[in-house]
């Protein structure tokens, strides 16, 4: 029996993760964002029930540490275009996390499963633009499109530059 994603609470989620990384994500500071995530793994492998008032923190420790096989990612893309949450057995084929993560991934699935597929599709958005494969190539014809328009588009800076 699949089981529907609550497509709302992934983009809060992926809203309030991409918020917080991009405000330690400073150039001033290169190791801002990474002193961060670390005290974050700290404090949720000892109390991974926080993680039910701040459910953006997960995502946010696992920024950048999960990895999505090549041949995973059309899975992915498929479960986030149809809102489908994937089961255990077929997430934990999609997905690599490292090992240094691994205690804090097993005390959060302990925790609660869901949740930990859900931050991994905010960690795919994330990794992916925000996109799906199907939506890439959606994209694409559409950019295909805008390119034939631009072809009559007329500009008269562009004579000016050619009487230069």
Not at 37 to 57: G, W
Request: charged share 30%; hydrophobic share 35%.
């Amino acid at each position: 029996m699949t089981k529907a994603l609550d497509l709302s609470r992934i983009d809060e989620l992926k809203e309030n993760a991409y918020s917080n990384i991009e405000s330690y994500n400073d150039p001033d500071t290169p190791d801002a964002l990474a002193k961060f995530t670390s005290q974050i793994k700290a404090v949720l492998l000892a109390d991974p029930k926080l993680l039910e008032s701040v459910p953006e923190y997960l995502p946010i420790a696992l920024y950048d540490q999960v990895k999505f096989p090549p041949e995973a990612k059309n899975k992915w893309a498929h479960w986030v275009k149809e809102g489908i949450q994937p089961e255990w057995d077929e997430f934990k084929t999609t997905v690599a996390f490292n090992k240094a993560d691994l205690p804090l991934v097993l005390a959060v699935k302990n925790h609660s499963e869901t949740l930990l597929i859900e931050s991994c599709i905010v960690l795919f958005l994330l990794a992916n633009d925000n996109k799906s494969a199907a939506t890439n190539s959606e994209q694409d014809d559409d950019y295909i499109e805008d390119q034939e328009e631009e072809e009559a588009y007329y500009d008269p800076f562009d004579e000016e530059e050619e009487e230069r």
